[in-house]
């Protein structure tokens, strides 16, 4: 069996594209859906199996691309015929490169192009590293695409609506353009075959089986990407696409070698079902898995065809099936019989830049949140969940608003959990604006045991981001040692709370004198009058309100990097600068400094003004005094 995943943006038409290459020969498929972000479908094409891997489109889905890409053996990125639309297959490039999988692009709804089919390559290139080689040119009839012509066979073929081409004569009116286009991929060929080029050095026509086979080595080297024609919708292109799969896609073998060898298998898909539990999709690798054996260190449970329904005994090399009691699987990670490593780097999803605080509509789900939750972790490699510092509750980080939709969703049908969701309250802080000397005597009789002790602190800012110290230079006793523990616990209490209930940072507090009782004194007396100093110390400094500031670099096609600068700028952020990409083509990494109050307005406005194609990180850099707006927000 091969396994190719489909990628391509929204409504490229994707989903039609895998109908039409199912649908070549009439046979039963077998589907399964993964979370609604992807879908694997087992098919026959000439007598061979095959898996076909749909990722759903947009860029919130791409965490589901690289475990699936990971366990693939060739690509199929699906676009428009519209050169304005380019910039949408940046991201799917982007990581078909970093993957190094081979990669067949195919152009659909040609019969609706909105430009020259060269205009619409040389738009797509601007995004690839490699070069993108066209194995197909048009034939035109009325200014509308009737056929295709193939380059390297070539021969001419009709489009017949909704069935496979037919073949046809090669019409004059194309006969020089296809010579001039068969040159090009030639040229393009003998760039990685002494051979062929020796030969068009000579002026000598190569046969067509010695190209298709340099063809071949070059794709699954991943030195070209060919690009194919056709219409997805009306059937038009899938066969001679079906073909180029079972002709030039790599065994699985090669799919084993890219990472690192000594891979049993690969999850990559997964999902929470009712009655069933977790499910991951694995690809056999190596010598192949079945019910029983070892694991990632522990036994296989059953395994299932896509229709978690048909037992298997065992997955041969390069069979993909469904585990089921195996807890230990997760997805995104490769195994061996006795453990398992996460996927390489470009396989792993991007940290999600879209957080939201959830807690259970019941509270007494609390327990069943977090039980919900620790599970969508092991089969959704997008997602990320952490305590919020300030209130305990679980903190969601996922790849946008879609994919956290989706995740309700899931919490609701699979778990029977019901959240409600808000924004990350903002993680301000409060330092005091010049030092002053306080004192606070704390007495307390009611009859029984009093409550006295007497503390003098000083209290200095410290530079921003120094943190908090406290110290003592008590002489003669004043304060008993085994008090003044409990004078510093009082001045952190009184820290952590703050004027406003945010943690006050960046001071220096002293101990400098005091009187205790040698009856009433206690530590809960000396940790009140510490408390209450620091109180009644920052009062008197003057309080002022710090909020977060965080660097962020945002990943971004170059045509869209222009049009950060007032984005940023109208989030009261700070332009650093932008450069290219170092080994993405196409792409800038835009550096900012943002409040961090701004990142979920930065996550809306970026998926507007980069339609969905950019993505960032953020990580705190320091602390500054707040704007006014911020003051009336605190």
Not at 195 to 201: H, T, W
Not at 498 to 511: F, I, K, Q, S
Not at 513 to 523: C, F, N, R
Request: aromatic share 6%; glycine share 10%; proline share 5%.
């Amino acid at each position: 069996m091969r396994v190719f995943t489909v990628l391509g943006p929204s409504q490229s038409g994707k989903s039609t594209l895998l109908e039409g290459l199912i649908g070549l020969e009439e046979q039963r498929s077998k589907s399964v859906n993964m979370q609604g972000a992807a879908t694997a479908t087992q098919f026959s094409f000439m007598g061979d199996d095959w898996c076909a891997i749909d990722i759903a489109g947009g860029a919130e889905n791409l965490s589901t691309a690289g475990p699936a890409l990971a366990a693939s053996d060739a690509a199929v990125l699906c676009v428009g015929a519209d050169p304005e639309g380019a910039v949408l297959a940046a991201p799917y490039f982007r990581l078909i490169e970093e993957a190094g999988v081979p990669c067949f692009l195919f152009v659909n709804r040609v019969d609706a192009a909105q430009g020259r089919i060269s205009e619409v390559i040389a738009a797509l290139q601007v995004y690839c590293r490699h070069g993108i080689a066209l194995r197909q040119v048009p034939i035109r009839e009325g200014g509308q695409i009737v056929g295709a012509v193939d380059l390297i066979s070539e021969r001419a073929w009709a489009y017949q609506e909704g069935k496979p081409s037919a073949l046809m004569e090669l019409p004059d009116s194309v006969a020089s353009r296809e010579q001039e286009a068969r040159t090009e991929l030639l040229e393009a060929l003998a760039d990685f075959d002494d051979a062929l080029l020796e030969q068009l050095i000579e002026d000598k026509q190569p046969l067509t089986e010695d190209v298709y086979d340099t063809a071949t080595t070059v794709l699954q080297q991943h030195e070209l990407v060919p690009a194919l024609l056709g219409s997805a919708e009306h059937r038009n292109g899938m066969l001679r696409l079906m073909k180029s799969l079972r002709h030039e896609a790599p065994q699985v073998d090669v799919a084993r070698d890219r990472l690192g060898g000594a891979v049993q298998a690969v999850g990559c898909l997964g999902d929470h079902v009712k009655h069933l539990g977790k499910t991951i999709l694995v690809r056999a690798m190596d010598t192949g898995v079945g019910q029983g054996e070892t694991l990632a260190g522990q036994s296989l449970g059953n395994v299932t065809g896509l229709d978690a329904k048909t037992l298997i005994a065992a997955l041969a090399p390069g069979e993909i099936g469904i585990t089921l009691k195996s807890d230990h699987l997760d997805v995104g990670r490769a195994f061996t019989s006795d453990a398992a490593r996460d996927l390489p780097d470009w396989a792993q999803a991007h940290a999600g830049a879209y957080t939201r605080v959830i807690t259970p509509r019941n509270d007494r789900d609390e327990a069943r949140l977090s039980t919900a939750l620790d599970r969508l972790r092991e089969i959704d490699p997008g997602l990320s969940v952490q305590p919020d510092p300030q209130t305990g509750h679980a903190v969601l980080s996922v790849q946008g608003p879609q994919h956290f939709r989706r995740v309700a969703d899931k919490l609701s049908d699979g778990f029977a959990v019901e959240i409600d969701e808000h924004a990350v309250p903002p993680a301000y802080r409060e330092t005091i604006r010049k030092a002053v000397s306080c004192r606070h005597r704390h007495r307390k009789q009611s009859g029984g045991a009093g409550q006295f002790a007497d503390v003098a602190i000083d209290v200095r800012p410290l530079p921003r981001g120094t943190g908090e110290s406290f110290d003592e230079v008590i002489k003669g006793g004043a304060v008993p040692r085994n008090y003044i523990p409990a004078v510093e616990a009082g001045v952190q209490d009184a820290l952590r709370e703050g004027p406003r209930g945010y943690p006050v940072v960046d001071v220096a507090v002293t101990l400098t004198d005091g009187k205790h009782h040698a009856v009433d004194s206690s530590d809960f007396a000396f940790r009140t009058a510490g408390k209450n100093a620091m109180k009644e110390a920052i009062a008197e400094s003057g309080a002022k309100l710090l909020e977060p500031i965080a660097e962020v670099r945002i990943h971004v096609p170059s045509i869209y990097a222009g049009g950060l600068v007032p984005m940023v700028s109208g989030m009261k952020g700070q332009v650093l600068g932008f450069e290219g990409h170092p080994t993405a083509a196409g792409w800038d990494v835009f550096r900012a400094m943002l409040p961090m109050t701004a990142l979920d307005e930065l996550c809306t406005a970026l998926a507007s003004g980069a339609r969905g194609t950019g993505w960032f990180t953020a990580q705190f850099d320091h602390f500054t005094e707040a704007r006014q707006e911020e003051l009336t927000k605190a």
